[in-house]
């Protein structure tokens, strides 16, 4: 076929194809035929969101979750060492206003120590407890505090203080396979640390999240404008915007904005869900780490 032969059919057949009504994709896993799922978490709770991340989450749409420490609420942070240490904490009337405005929370333990299997009852399953009554709302999800390190002691103490899921911060992108006890966090924080110094992408795992019908669940503190408080644990406000408008312009349609417990509520009672879940979690296949494997041999 001659070249202007084959460009005036393939022209034509790709205007006819332009013109052609296509069928509509079919319906996602998730709540009313969503793809895929974003959620964004801060720990702690610093009344400072309420000046810098809340009225983002108003201009696009995004319901916010917070981890809180239960016996700080409505007090300065009082975590010596901690970079957040002293920042006013939000109190009960701030919180239960977020909550109407579709926010929701989960405890990050009493004092924010190290979870242990010493500790666990006080930290993980009494906490839930002293929260409740704190903010007079139900806490149903546990968010490890500190590092990882705290989470083979709450797989032990979280069922027995009543939650129905564990908040990590492994960094790996959700599915509706994913146990309850082991959801990922993803941080998206300004620089990491060393050895590897990466900066901030908002773009980061979306792409996956959509290509996997999975559920991103963001994990960072307290963004302000200009520079983060602690590069390796926050971003900005100027990159959380940006963070924003990524999954605006990757989700459209199809990502459902929602707060983890509304997700957690979704996953818990969908069928196929539950069936994808029949198999809990082993550390063998979720770390590879040795170290973290040996805390998690202390469970058993």
Partial sequence: MKRRTFLSVAGAAGLASAATPTASAAPGPWKDGKRWVYSITYDEGAQDLLKHAVPLHRSYGVPGHVALVSSQIGVPRNVPGS?????????????????????GFSCHSMTHVSTSFENGQVEVADARKTLEDAIGLPITV???????????????????????????????????????LWLGRCPIHSEYPAPFYSKFDPYKRLQQAKAESGWIIDYC??????TALHPAKDCTSEELEARFK???????????????????????????????????????AMVLNEEMRALYKQRR
């Fill in 142 to 180: 546990f968010t490890v505090p500190g590092s990882n390190a705290g989470h083979p002691a709450s797989l032990h103490f979280a069922p027995l203080g009543g939650y129905s899921a564990i908040m990590t911060i492994y960094d790996w992108t959700n599915t509706r396979e994913t146990d309850l």
């Fill in 246 to 284: 990524a999954v605006k312009e990757i989700g459209g349609d199809e990502v459902w904005l929602a707060e983890p417990n509304e997700v957690v509520a979704f996953l818990l009672e969908d069928a196929e869900s539950k069936r994808l879940r029949v198999h809990p979690a082993v550390p063998e």
């Fill in 83 to 103: 970079t957040y240490h002293g920042m006013m904490i939000l109190n009960r009337e701030e919180i239960q206003g977020l909550a109407r405005e579709g926010w």
């Fill in 221 to 226: 503190h307290c963004p302000i404008p200009g």
